[in-house]
């Protein structure tokens, strides 16, 4: 594993930096990305100095359009051998549909969905040239859920990454490329302070609330495991298993209470 890299997004807090300690734990060298450049230049080298493993890092926000293109470019210059990519950045929009600007709108679509798409289309090739590789796409039990009150576009856009996930199977497991969709309920992270909808979350029972690090734990090994869908804890099996089969009538009344999530604290 010491010429292999593994590429994460959104690796500067939460389930990204979680799953960033993991990989380099298991000998990955990084290629760590996200908004906040001297956030992930200070990450680096503390992950660096307790572990041996190469980190680089590129500070790209994938709200732009261009950035995808730029990241792989980095990867390429600097013949970064990338057989893991993390597809984990996402945030959340707090105003109500109707209030949201068209361009903010298509900014959140693009990081939490194009930009999935477009990392995953432009490494491919390289994992098919080098025999194999791993993709996940952190998606969220919202993808499952009623929709939500809040943030409504949040989980139709995660039950469609989980679908292109499916795909990249499909049309790639043959090559050794395989697919993981991690599917966590709400997470200790920074997700609902940047959302601005920390208050709501703060409501939801702390039963219902797990550590990034389990959830980047269970993910991982999901994914070595070739795994097409990851929902981590038992908790939000068990609830994801009640989605699934309990009558539309009921599944829309919990709308609100199954609303997306990742927490700043306990």
Request: aromatic share 10%; charged share 20%; hydrophobic share 40%.
């Given at each position: 594993?010491k010429?292999?890299?593994a590429?994460?997004?959104g ?5 990204g930096?979680?799953i960033?300690k993991r990989?380099?734990?298991?000998g ?5 990305t996200a908004r ?5 230049e200070d ?5 660096k100095q307790?572990t ?5 890092t590129?500070?790209?926000d994938?709200?732009d359009a261009?950035?995808?293109q730029?990241?792989?470019?980095f ?17 959340g929009i707090k105003?109500s549909f109707?209030q949201?600007s ?5 900014k959140?679509?693009?990081?939490l ?5 477009m990392m995953?289309?432009?490494f491919?090739?390289?994992m098919?040239n080098?025999g194999g590789g791993?993709?996940?796409?952190v998606?969220s039990?919202a993808?499952?859920a009623?929709?939500s009150?809040?943030?409504?576009l ?8 989980n679908?292109f996930?499916d795909?990249i199977?499909i049309n790639?497991k043959?090559k050794g490329i395989?697919s993981t969709?991690?599917?966590?309920g709400f997470?200790?992270?920074g997700f ?5 909808v ?6 939801v029972?702390k039963?219902m ?8 734990n269970e993910?991982?090994?999901?994914m070595?495991a070739?795994?097409?869908l990851?929902?981590?804890t038992?908790t939000?099996k068990?609830l994801?298993?009640?989605l699934?089969?309990?009558p539309?009538?009921?599944?829309n009344?919990?709308?609100k ?7 700043d604290?306990?």
């Amino acid at each position: 594993m010491k010429n292999e890299y593994a590429l994460i997004t959104g690796a500067s807090s939460g389930i990204g930096l979680e799953i960033a300690k993991r990989l380099a734990s298991d000998g990955y060298n990084l290629v760590l990305t996200a908004r906040r450049a001297e956030l992930l230049e200070d990450l680096a080298r503390e992950i660096k100095q307790s572990t041996g493993v190469e980190v680089d890092t590129i500070s790209k926000d994938l709200s732009d359009a261009n950035a995808p293109q730029e990241i792989y470019d980095f990867c390429q210059s600097n013949q970064y051998k990338v057989s893991v990519l993390i597809n984990n950045a996402g945030y959340g929009i707090k105003t109500s549909f109707h209030q949201t600007s068209i361009e903010d709108e298509e900014k959140f679509i693009r990081v939490l969905g194009t930009s999935v798409i477009m990392m995953t289309k432009l490494f491919i090739p390289n994992m098919i040239n080098q025999g194999g590789g791993k993709v996940m796409v952190v998606s969220s039990v919202a993808s499952f859920a009623a929709p939500s009150a809040i943030q409504p576009l949040y989980g139709p856009i995660k039950t469609f990454m989980n679908r292109f996930s499916d795909c990249i199977n499909i049309n790639y497991k043959h090559k050794g490329i395989t697919s993981t969709s991690v599917c966590p309920g709400f997470t200790v992270t920074g997700f609902h302070t940047a959302s601005g909808v920390q208050e709501e979350m703060d409501r939801v029972p702390k039963f219902m609330v797990f550590s990034a690090e389990r959830i980047a734990n269970e993910g991982v090994d999901a994914m070595y495991a070739g795994k097409r869908l990851c929902v981590p804890t038992k908790t939000y099996k068990f609830l994801v298993f009640l989605l699934k089969n309990i009558p539309q009538s009921v599944f829309n009344l919990l709308g609100k209470s199954l609303a997306p999530g990742r927490y700043d604290r306990k």
